[in-house]
Every structure is written in C-alpha cells, then in structure tokens.
C-alpha cells in the first residue's frame, strides 16, 4: 500500500513562490511515476506536472502547457520524496494541490483517473 502525504501549502500573495513536497512510503519506487495535480473550487481536477522515471533510465518530465517556466518537477530519490516548485504564483494558481502515484506501465500520465495512489491533497490559496 502506498501512502502520499503532501506539505507546503499556505496563503500567498501574487508574484510568491513556494514549494510543495509529497513524501512517498509503502514500497520501493524503483520504476514510478508521480505527478501533481491540482482542483480548484467548482472546477475538475487537472494536471499540472509528472515526473517519471525506469529503473535503468534518467528522470523525464512533463508540464501542462500554461504552467511551464514556472513551475518545476523534481525528486529525491534518497527521501522518496517529490517536489513542486511554483513560482510567480498567480491568483488562478489557488487550488488543492494533490501528489499522485503510479507505476510506468502504458501511457495516460496526464490523466487524473490513471493514478491509483493519492495524498489528501494541500491548500494553496491566494490572498492578494
């Protein structure tokens, strides 16, 4: 059973930046993917960012379209832990950020419904 907890979310104001982090467990995470997405109030969860890796193979990784240059993917291996960077955050960034988990078979790394594992989720909100 793999357990996803996110951190790092809190109240920013437009132009701030902050880092979310998601600590995996329950496994080894030899050949994963593991991606962010995020729900605004009243809207669909969407995808922001995944990051991918095999066994035997660098890391790959893979924005959304608006958010690319200002966020940024990453992980650390030792700490079975990824991260988010976000930078100029804007007001439409404010949403549930949720750190999603699954193993690199097929493709579909965009799409929410192909995650089994997930975190709770944590708040970025704007309060400009």
Do not use: H
């Amino acid at each position: 059973q793999v357990q996803l907890v996110e951190s790092g979310g809190g109240l920013v104001r437009a132009g701030d930046s902050l880092r979310l982090s998601c600590a995996a467990s329950g496994r080894t995470f030899s050949s994963w993917a593991m991606g962010w997405f995020r729900q605004a109030p009243g809207k669909e969860r969407e995808f922001v960012a995944v990051i991918r890796w095999e066994s035997v193979s660098s890391d790959s990784t893979y924005y959304a379209d608006s958010l690319k240059g200002r966020f940024t993917i990453s992980r650390e291996t030792a700490k079975n832990t990824m991260f988010l960077q976000m930078n100029a955050l804007q007001p439409e960034n404010t949403a549930t950020y949720y750190c999603a988990a699954r193993e690199t078979n097929g493709n579909g790394y965009t799409v929410a419904l192909r995650y089994a594992n997930w975190g709770e989720g944590t708040q970025v909100t704007d309060s400009s």
